[in-house]
């Protein structure tokens, strides 16, 4: 049975998530049931930042002593400047996802590489290593997921609208996966374009990381059925619904997953790192579900 909730008093440790938009976020579902679970005087609130805000935001964590922030879209990269080490996940990756404030010293790790990785294996992808996956997106997000890709494939082709984006992140994490990555452009991987079979017909996972579909609107043209039958789409957006990326591959019995794992898991080792107490695993997923 899950612990009432600790009252909010002067000993009550903050803790936060960092984005712009962050209405939709079910972190701090998520967290305060935890939080409950633990028994622990803490408490998580979203705090809406804009891009130009997002160095003054991280002062204030400092000087409020707010405990640790999880960062969303589109902060990742954005931090980096603003704390005062990085794990070498976050080094790896170029992007910070959560931050962990310990007496004064920001210290940004990246928790979405675990986060993806674990829930992978745990939606049913092997751990032998594919042939090649595709990562939609070049942004913050992305890089997380080339990461953890990059010990699953031997070839991660990066898919952006700006190609010299994707092209730019190729280069970026070259030196740190033993993949080979390709930069892509978008608009190749809509059907009937000569790309699209190329990258995508043997792809053993394809990883959407943009926003597109957050908000019901639809999502680029894909060739979905050049794709392997066994072909994993997985999404980070995570709604109730199929989103409009995952909707054409489960109608074509293609397995999909969206990104509610991944939140759990990456939510779990951020848990971990603030309060130095175990994740309760079983509370998070509950909540998550009610959310």
């Not at 600790?6 to 939709?24: C, E, F, K, N, W």
């Not at 967290?31 to 935001?57: E, T």
């Not at 931090?79 to 794990?87: A, E, K, M, Y």
């Not at 990883?207 to 980070?236: I, K, Q, S, W």
Request: glycine fraction near 8%.
């Amino acid at each position: 049975m899950a612990r009432r909730a600790t009252p909010i008093d002067g000993r009550t440790a903050v803790v936060a998530v960092l984005g712009d938009p962050v209405a939709h976020s079910r972190s701090p579902a998520m967290h305060n049931a935890a939080f409950r679970a633990a028994g622990l005087p803490y408490v998580y609130v979203a705090f809406r930042v804009d891009s130009r805000d997002v160095g003054p935001a991280l002062a204030g964590v400092r000087a409020l002593g707010i405990r640790g922030v999880n960062v969303t879209v589109p902060h990742k990269q954005a931090v980096i400047p603003h704390v005062d080490r990085l794990t070498e996940r976050a080094r790896a990756c170029g992007a910070v996802n959560s931050i962990a404030n310990r007496d004064g010293v920001l210290e940004g790790d990246n928790t979405d590489v675990l986060g993806l990785d674990r829930d992978l294996s745990a939606v049913g992808l092997a751990k032998r290593r594919l042939a090649s996956a595709v990562v939609l997106g070049a942004g913050g997000s992305a890089r997380a997921a080339v990461v953890a890709l990059g010990r699953r494939a031997r070839r991660v082709a990066i898919a952006a609208r700006r190609p010299e984006q994707a092209a730019e992140l190729a280069r970026a994490l070259a030196p740190v996966v033993s993949a080979e990555l390709a930069a892509v452009d978008l608009a190749e991987l809509a059907p009937g374009r000569a790309g699209a079979r190329a990258t995508l017909a043997d792809a053993g996972v394809v990883v959407n990381t943009t926003p597109v579909g957050m908000r019901g609107e639809r999502f680029v043209p894909l060739a979905y059925d050049v794709t392997r039958d066994d072909c994993l789409f997985y999404d980070l957006i995570y709604t109730a619904r199929k989103t409009p990326f995952l909707a054409p591959a489960a109608r074509l019995r293609r397995p999909t997953a969206n990104g509610i794992g991944m939140l759990l898991h990456q939510g779990a080792a951020s848990f971990e790192a603030w309060t130095g107490v175990r994740a309760p695993l079983d509370a998070m997923r509950r909540a998550l579900r009610r959310a």
